[in-house]
Structures are given as structure tokens and as C-alpha cells.
């Protein structure tokens, strides 16, 4: 599928569903063989669309490989070690595991131990 062609269907499904956010995850959108992909994606759709990438890599893996536009990142590989139960609340949200940890556009680490607490 070209880039094209995913923005077509991205706007469509956006279209039906009401919605600006988009979320990429699972196999690993930013992988190497994603990137050339993922950059270009996210540079046509950046001013449209909040994105938020989920990652198994560090902050400065995507420091280095993507270009920006996106509004949240989540870093870090699941560590059973380290888990914990993941859920979505009104006030936080927390990931799987206490390594993972949001960042934003600006690369500022604005959760902690995997758990990001929402603003009211």
C-alpha cells in the first residue's frame, strides 16, 4: 500500500468515525523496514490528525529515526519483570509495564512509571 493510499482510507474511517486521533501500534510502526513509511505518513497527516505512535524502542531511537509531527509517544518494551495491570481510566492511564513511558511532540517525558495521569 503507498502512503496515498493509506491517507485515502485514513481519511475515510476518520470521516465515518467522527475522529482527528489516530493511533499507530502493533508491529512496530517505527521498526526499520516502517520508517521511510511511517516519516512519510506522518508529514502528509501531521497537521490534520493528533497521532500518537506506540513503540517497543527508547525516546532516542525516535529522537534519531522520526521526523516529528506526532503529538505522543509511547517508548518502551513490555518487561513482565516490571508489569503491571493496564488500564484506561478517566483521570490516568497506565501501561503494561513500569518502564513504558509517554512522551510528547516536544520529547518531554510527561508520564511516569507507566502511569499518565490526565489533566481536568
Same mark, same amino acid.
Given at each position: 500500500m503507498t502512503?496515498?493510499?493509506?491517507?485515502l !482510507?485514513?481519511?475515510?474511517y476518520?470521516?465515518?468515525?467522527?475522529?482527528?486521533?489516530?493511533?499507530f501500534?502493533?508491529?512496530?510502526?517505527?521498526?526499520?523496514d516502517?520508517l521511510?513509511?511511517?516519516?512519510?505518513?506522518?508529514k502528509?497527516?501531521?497537521? !490534520? +490528525?493528533?497521532?500518537?505512535?506506540?513503540? #517497543?524502542?527508547?525516546?532516542?531511537?525516535?529522537?534519531?529515526?522520526?521526523? #516529528? #509531527?506526532?503529538?505522543?509517544?509511547?517508548? #518502551?518494551? +513490555?518487561?513482565?519483570?516490571?508489569? !503491571?495491570?493496564?488500564?484506561?481510566?478517566?483521570?490516568?492511564?497506565?501501561?503494561?509495564?513500569?518502564?513504558?513511558n509517554?512522551?510528547?511532540?516536544?520529547?518531554? !517525558?510527561?508520564?511516569?512509571?507507566?502511569?499518565?495521569?490526565?489533566?481536568?
Amino acid at each position: 500500500m503507498t502512503v496515498d493510499d493509506f491517507i485515502l !482510507q485514513l481519511k475515510d474511517y476518520s470521516t465515518r468515525l467522527r475522529t482527528n486521533n489516530i493511533s499507530f501500534l502493533g508491529g512496530d510502526p517505527l521498526y526499520k523496514d516502517n520508517l521511510d513509511f511511517m516519516n512519510a505518513l506522518i508529514k502528509e497527516i501531521k497537521e !490534520q +490528525y493528533n497521532i500518537c505512535i506506540y513503540t #517497543g524502542y527508547n525516546i532516542n531511537y525516535v529522537i534519531n529515526f522520526v521526523e #516529528g #509531527g506526532f503529538k505522543f509517544v509511547k517508548c #518502551g518494551k +513490555y518487561d513482565i519483570d516490571l508489569k !503491571q495491570v493496564s488500564e484506561k481510566k478517566d483521570t490516568y492511564i497506565k501501561l503494561a509495564s513500569t518502564n513504558q513511558n509517554f512522551y510528547d511532540a516536544n520529547y518531554k !517525558q510527561i508520564s511516569d512509571k507507566g502511569v499518565l495521569y490526565f489533566e481536568r
